[in-house]
Structure formats: structure tokens, C-alpha cells
T-cell receptor, first 110, second 116 residues
Framework: SQQGEEDPQALSIQEGENATMNCSYKTSINNLQWYRQNSGRGLVHLILIRSNEREKHSGRLRVTLDTSKKSSSLLITASRAADTASYFCATDGENDKIIFGKGTRLHILP | EAQVTQNPRYLITVTGKKLTVTCSQNMNHEYMSWYRQDPGLGLRQIYYSMNVEVTDKGDVPEGYKVSRKEKRNFPLILESPSPNQTSLYFC???????????????FGPGTRLTVL
């Protein structure tokens, strides 16, 4: 099956540093979304970027989208302990299916 | 409060015993979906629905059924559960935009299912 891939699979950084996660996908998309999940809990929507947009900001989050490379990045600036979570990208593409990546586990060190 | 609810939150059952996990949303969303989440595999879409009486298979539909008789409800049915269906299940809903693309998905709290 077609599926997005996040990179890296796991990331540990010091509090205050910036964290960057990447997502690649395979099909054309309508939009791409990033979600956060704290251990074993439901997913929380972070940001949606449409296929005709290249960059979007929300608070400490910055998302870019490069449809020619079929990739997106999520940047979290000035990381905090509360940012420790798993982060997933999800694409809404062909046939209206939603495809999630396998996620990046982010750990913020005190 | 706008929300997606799932019941039960936890369920332990035995192989072959039919079960239903309910999902309900109060946001009048057209799009609803079921996912399963397994370690190392992320979330995989089981079934989705664009509107009442319209359902489609996701990536891993085998062993599952759904129905969408009302806009707010989207139950997941396991007619004959097997141990490989032990997983964490999430229901989600989303409005549909013009052009039939989804918007922000709102997720339920999850149902942890164990099939013995």
C-alpha cells in the first residue's frame, strides 16, 4: 500500500533547540496534515497545508510543502518538554483515502 | 463540546465472538474514518465514509465491516475477530471541502482491543 514516510524515526534534542521532521509521500495530494500523539492517546491536529501552498506557520510550528519532491517538513522552534510526543504526517490524496506515515518519536531532553 | 466519542475504550474478547465498536461525532461532519494503530506501522485506514450510505475500503479492510446509516454514527463491526486484530483503533471525522478533499480530522480517544 502507498504510505508516507517520516524521517527520522526518532529524534532526541535538548530543550530550547529546534526540531525538524520530514515526510515523504508517493501520490498527488489535496492536502497534507501533521498530527501529534502523546503516548497511547488520540491524535491532535497541528497544521494543514494545501497542495497549492508552500509554507505555513502556526505558533512555534512551521510546515513546508514541496509537491515536486513529494515531501513536507515540520519545524518546531524553541522546543519544550511538553513537545515530547510522536508526530505523524497524513496525506489526503487519490480516491479520498487518508494515508498516515509511521511517525517520528520526538524526545525533548531537559 | 465538539467531539468524537468511541465505545468501549477497552475491550478484551475471544476469537470468533462478534463485536461492535461505536463511533459518534456531533460536528455534522460528512467524512468519517476508522484506523488501526500498531507498533512500528503507524495508523492504517480501515474504512472511510464520505457521507450517509457511502462507505469505501481503506488500506486494511479485511475482517471488518462498517455502516453509515446516520451522519453522526459510524460503527466498526468485527464479525469474527481474530488475534491479529488486536490493536488500538481510532475513529475520526472531518468536514468535506469543495473538491471533496478532507479538512482537519478530529480523532476519538481510541479503543484498545485485545482478541484472545
Amino acid at each position: 500500500s502507498q504510505q508516507g514516510e517520516e524521517d527520522p524515526q526518532a529524534l532526541s534534542i535538548q530543550e530550547g533547540e529546534n526540531a525538524t521532521m520530514n515526510c515523504s509521500y508517493k501520490t498527488s495530494i489535496n492536502n497534507l496534515q501533521w498530527y501529534r500523539q502523546n503516548s497511547g492517546r488520540g491524535l491532535v491536529h497541528l497544521i494543514l497545508i494545501r497542495s497549492n501552498e508552500r509554507e505555513k506557520h502556526s505558533g512555534r510550528l512551521r510546515v513546508t510543502l514541496d509537491t515536486s519532491k513529494k515531501s513536507s517538513s515540520l519545524l518546531i522552534t524553541a522546543s519544550r518538554a511538553a513537545d515530547t510526543a510522536s508526530y505523524f504526517c497524513a496525506t489526503d490524496g487519490e480516491n479520498d483515502k487518508i494515508i498516515f506515515g509511521k511517525g517520528t518519536r520526538l524526545h525533548i531532553l531537559p | 463540546e465538539a467531539q468524537v466519542t468511541q465505545n468501549p475504550r477497552y475491550l478484551i474478547t475471544v476469537t470468533g465472538k462478534k463485536l461492535t465498536v461505536t463511533c459518534s461525532q456531533n460536528m455534522n461532519h460528512e467524512y468519517m474514518s476508522w484506523y488501526r494503530q500498531d507498533p512500528g506501522l503507524g495508523l492504517r485506514q480501515i474504512y472511510y465514509s464520505m457521507n450517509v450510505e457511502v462507505t469505501d475500503k481503506g488500506d486494511v479492510p479485511e475482517g471488518y465491516k462498517v455502516s453509515r446509516k446516520e451522519k453522526r454514527n459510524f460503527p466498526l463491526i468485527l464479525e469474527s475477530p481474530s488475534p491479529n486484530q488486536t490493536s488500538l483503533y481510532f475513529c475520526a471525522s472531518s468536514p468535506l471541502l469543495s473538491g471533496w478533499s478532507t479538512d482537519t480530522q478530529y480523532f476519538g480517544p481510541g479503543t484498545r482491543l485485545t482478541v484472545l
